[in-house]
């Protein structure tokens, strides 16, 4: 008999599938100190990149991340059980590469496009999705190149499509082997999969194709097929997120038009038509583009966080059994955000407020948040309004705004768009930046309590939806030059803002959509659902989760009153929150099966991060890893 290796299958090699691996490596060392391991990772896009970050996409998206916010590497601010390995941001990564540091690296291999844009990026710039894709790729290389001889990883190109049990071992089918890979332990890290359509939506479908019209379902809008739009035709669009900001992309830039400073303004843009392009009507329930990325860092440090909403405030609201977010636990949630905001205004801007950082943190400390007191305070410190925060016109900038008519509602929108873009991109308006900040803290707790079971299912279906969408309009919206050119995009009548309450209905012939906002109906005979599929395991067109679901391997998380009576079938992966171990059908924990993503219950902002955030991302990865190592047999043997 001989030892033979350990072997683990990561099926996703993007950056999830990195991270994980880099953690893996990180915590070897300790867990498991000796014998020979075999890492497969499965993909059918490129190692590192992945489908969403795959350079074969336009050259003309962009990330919606400052160079100098995207990191793959722990840092000293990372708490978690495993080593600390730093490693280059990709601000860190352009400039080593501009030096001459990275072999791999040359204007030759990155080519003449993608050299041009490294040699100009700069911290603040947005880089293309091209050059972070190059950026994760060599993120890999470098995880690999510093494993020891021991550990061996294999790159798989095709589609893992089941997984089979004999005893201790598990083997997984990959499209384009002959013969399955063994693994003692299986982590599903693919990312954002692609579902089949709801049944409102194959509904929809099937109307619009009866009547001759055309409907365009979720899905990624870099793969979906955009000749279907013709130009000059108008064309609802239903989504106003980073879905709908890849479709203007692709539409208007990417069917030749320009855009250029416009003449009457130093701060707006023009748009040069190039005649190929089609009208977009489009409405949402906010009715507005989410909101712009700030362009500016902190001036007065990062907030101590968490402080009014942690692991101690929460505790004593949560010990008698489960409560709901919007009424027991908002109030700290709302206060946390403003303690970012109000931090960042007073130690940022001291000549703007009347109070010294001291004398306003024990104030604040001491008032609870909507009360008289606490208002009093705010106002004190603010005389500004523009320096106060007004978080329900944050989370629904339009409510309120009616107009006649489509033509009236368009300045409204356009003036309420143009002042968001001004005050993140205009560095008086940092405590901006410091909200931000508080509400990736604030994520990150809602997060624990949604695994420990702490919410309702009723607030789980209700509240929880609500705070993801608040947090994205917040915290994923596009880069200022996006929203200019959108703007610019809106002062030619080529992008006309529906308003908030959009609703859409296939008549017999026609498309029409309507808003709250207005009276006034739009016909069309296109619609585009411009965001990606509602995450569904059972609905998954991925072979090998949609296999795992039908033999009951995986199970969807199904939120049920405490008399049974189910609420809502959110379609999202059951995992043990800890270490992202799967849960199957009859509620058993597999010991070597483990999945991490926006599939599961466990919602991560992000498979990258800001450096020096502490960032959930890494410490989860951290999690997964270790227990990963943890399920490996402490001694495998087979025959010699």
């Not at 400052?66 to 941001?89: F, H, K, L, R």
């Not at 989370?395 to 309420?416: E, N």
């Not at 009153?561 to 609420?567: E, M, Q």
Request: aromatic residues 6%; contains cysteine.
């Amino acid at each position: 008999m001989s030892r033979r290796p350990a072997s683990v299958v990561v099926v996703g090699a993007g950056p999830r599938g990195t991270g994980l691996l880099e953690r893996l490596g990180a915590n070897l060392a300790e867990l498991l100190p000796d014998g020979e391991l075999d890492v497969h990772l499965v993909d059918p896009f490129p190692p590192g990149a992945g489908r969403i970050w795959r350079h074969a996409q336009s050259p003309l998206l962009a990330m919606n991340s400052m160079a100098a916010d995207v990191t793959m590497y722990t840092d000293e601010s990372v708490v978690c059980a495993g080593p600390i390995v730093p490693g280059p941001s990709l601000w860190e990564w352009v400039q080593r590469v501009r030096a001459g540091e990275l072999p791999t690296e040359t204007a030759d291999a990155l080519g003449p496009a993608l050299w041009a844009e490294l040699t100009a990026v700069e911290a603040s710039t947005f880089p293309s999705r091209q050059l972070q894709s190059r950026y994760l790729a060599w993120v890999l290389r470098d995880v690999v190149a510093t494993l020891p001889p021991r550990v061996r990883v294999h790159l798989h190109t095709g589609r893992a499509t089941g997984i089979t049990e004999t005893g201790d071992d598990q083997w997984v089918t990959v499209e384009g082997r002959d013969t399955p890979l063994r693994a003692d332990t299986v982590v599903l890290a693919s990312g954002h999969l692609d579902a089949v359509p709801t049944p409102d939506e194959r509904a929809l479908i099937a109307r619009t194709a009866a009547a001759g019209l055309r409907y365009l379902p979720p899905e990624q809008t870099t793969d979906t097929d955009l000749s279907v739009i013709r130009p000059g035709e108008t064309v609802l669009v239903r989504g106003l997120g980073l879905a709908f900001v890849d479709l203007v992309v692709l539409l208007f830039e990417g069917r030749g038009g320009r855009f250029v400073p416009a003449t009457d303004s130093t701060d707006r843009l023009r748009y040069v038509a190039s005649g190929d392009e089609p009208v977009l009507v489009a409405g949402s329930p906010r009715g507005v583009t989410y909101h712009s990325k700030t362009h500016y860092q902190l001036r007065g440090g990062r907030p101590p966080l968490p402080r009014h909403f942690g692991p101690d405030q929460i505790a004593p609201l949560v010990a008698d059994g489960p409560v709901d977010l919007r009424t027991a636990l908002w109030p700290l949630m709302a206060k946390e955000i403003a303690w970012g905001w109000y931090h960042e205004l007073v130690a940022g801007h001291p000549d703007r407020v009347p109070l010294d950082l001291d004398r306003f943190t024990a104030r604040y400390d001491a008032a609870r948040w909507g009360t008289p007191e606490m208002d009093a305070l705010l106002a004190e410190v603010a005389p500004d309004p523009l320096d106060r925060l007004d978080l329900d016109a944050l989370d629904r900038p339009l409510d309120g705004v009616t107009a006649p008519s489509l033509d009236a509602l368009q300045p409204l929108v356009v003036d309420r768009i143009a002042e968001d873009l001004r005050q993140h991109v205009d560095p008086r308006h940092t405590p901006h930046l410091g909200a931000f900040v508080a509400m990736l803290s604030v994520y990150n707790e809602v997060t624990h309590l949604q695994g420990d079971d702490a919410l309702t299912a009723v607030s789980r279906a209700r509240d929880v939806p609500w705070w993801q969408s608040f947090f994205n309009s917040v915290a994923s919206g596009p880069p200022g030059f996006r929203v200019r050119q959108i703007l610019a995009l809106a002062d030619a009548g080529l992008v006309r803002f529906l308003g908030p309450g959009m609703w859409v209905r296939a008549d017999d012939d026609v498309l029409r959509a309507g808003s709250a906002a207005t009276p006034e109906v739009v016909t069309s005979t296109i619609l585009v659902d411009a965001r990606l599929p509602d995450a569904s395991a059972a609905r998954s067109t991925d072979p090998l989760l949609a296999a795992l679901v039908r033999d009951g391997a995986v199970s969807e998380e199904i939120l049920r009153t405490a008399d049974g009576t189910v609420l809502r079938n959110t379609g999202l992966i059951r995992v043990r929150p800890a270490d992202g171990a799967i849960v199957d059908a009859r509620g058993a924990v597999h010991p070597r099966r483990f999945a991490v993503g926006p599939h599961t219950v466990v919602k991560v902002a992000g498979a990258f991060t800001r450096p020096g955030m502490n960032a959930q991302s890494l410490r989860y990865n951290d999690a997964i890893a270790r227990a990963v190592l943890d399920s490996l047999p402490a001694e495998s043997a087979a025959a010699a």
